[in-house]
């Protein structure tokens, strides 16, 4: 778009996997730079010289069908492990069920002895920061066998993960829904958000219009338990939330962090000094409000004892 082509996007959602802000946030810039986003499904691609462009895509909208044209088509469907031709069913190396990739456990070590596992072939999630994180890990535990201490290199909820558009969308951890869903009781968890129209590093810098931070968290401590954020830098800010979850960090330890003004980081600790101070606020009514009634009390007996 920015280079001056035409670009239709056929996706049934932006950014399935992330926080539903984070997709609103895209489509508006989408929106406002040009593109065209088709809401449904690629059902057919036909190339076809006698029409325009060359290729022609069958959409499914709604129980209906309708066509996009276009010179250059880009698909991105995601990717599998790749685990055929190499012989692992001679091994007898198990696959995992889910993923197709090859059954690891927490050390990495595949189901046949001696033999570690790494990266995309697990079917594990596909960054190339974690292929490396596993990829290390997997190679001192294959040369320093350790048992129950070996390292473990399976993250799950702990892999920070940033999609490079403009702005950044970047995220680690658990999103709202799938926090509130672990948790069983909606009390058990609570969200900030502030959007990059607050932040002065992003006004500064005329980026204001799209982007936010959004960080969830347990209320009763302060506990994060996840974060995405849209911004021109998301995918540095991230890294410290990456820290707070891999160290059980609170908002609490990220107010009281220093952090660089006007920088786009310095939003976070604004944003864990609020949610700091209102917890205080709250402790100071919880505890002024009983003094409150035992003076009260206190009064009253005062005056049927002088009566």
Not at 38 to 60: A, F, Y
């Amino acid at each position: 778009m920015r280079l001056g082509s035409q670009v239709t996007l056929v996706a049934s959602q932006l950014l399935p996997n992330d926080e539903p802000e984070a997709g609103a946030a895209l489509e508006m810039v989408f929106a406002d730079e040009g593109m065209t986003r088709v809401n449904g499904r690629v059902k057919s691609v036909v190339v076809d010289s006698s029409v325009q462009g060359g290729h022609v895509l069958t959409v499914e909208v709604g129980g209906e069908t309708s066509t996009v044209t276009g010179d250059t088509l880009l698909v991105a469907v995601g990717r599998e492990p790749v685990v055929d031709g190499i012989a692992l069913k001679s091994l007898g190396m198990a696959l995992d069920p889910t993923t197709g990739g090859i059954l690891v456990d927490q050390s990495l070590r595949t189901s046949v002895k001696g033999v570690y596992a790494a990266g995309d072939c697990t079917g594990d999630q596909q960054f190339t920061h974690y292929a490396g994180f596993q990829g290390a890990y997997a190679a001192v535990n294959a040369f320093l066998p350790l048992g129950p201490l070996s390292f473990k290199g399976v993250l799950a909820g702990e892999v920070p993960g940033c999609t490079f558009t403009s702005p950044e969308v970047a995220r680690v951890g658990l999103t709202e829904v799938q926090a509130r869903a672990a948790a069983g009781r909606t009390s058990d968890v609570a969200v900030k958000k502030r959007p990059l129209l607050q932040t002065d590093r992003a006004l500064c810098d005329g980026e204001e219009a799209y982007g936010f931070v959004k960080i969830v968290y347990q209320p009763s401590n302060g506990r994060v338990l996840g974060a995405t954020v849209a911004s021109p830098r998301a995918g540095e800010m991230i890294s410290e939330f990456a820290v707070a979850l891999k160290k059980k960090l609170t908002l609490t330890d990220l107010a009281n962090a220093l952090h660089p003004y006007p920088s786009y980081s310095w939003v976070v600790q604004l944003m864990a000094a609020e949610v700091y101070t209102d917890s205080l606020s709250k402790l100071y009514v919880s505890l002024v409000a009983p003094l409150k009634g035992i003076r009260t009390l206190f009064r009253r007996l005062l005056r049927s004892t002088s009566g």
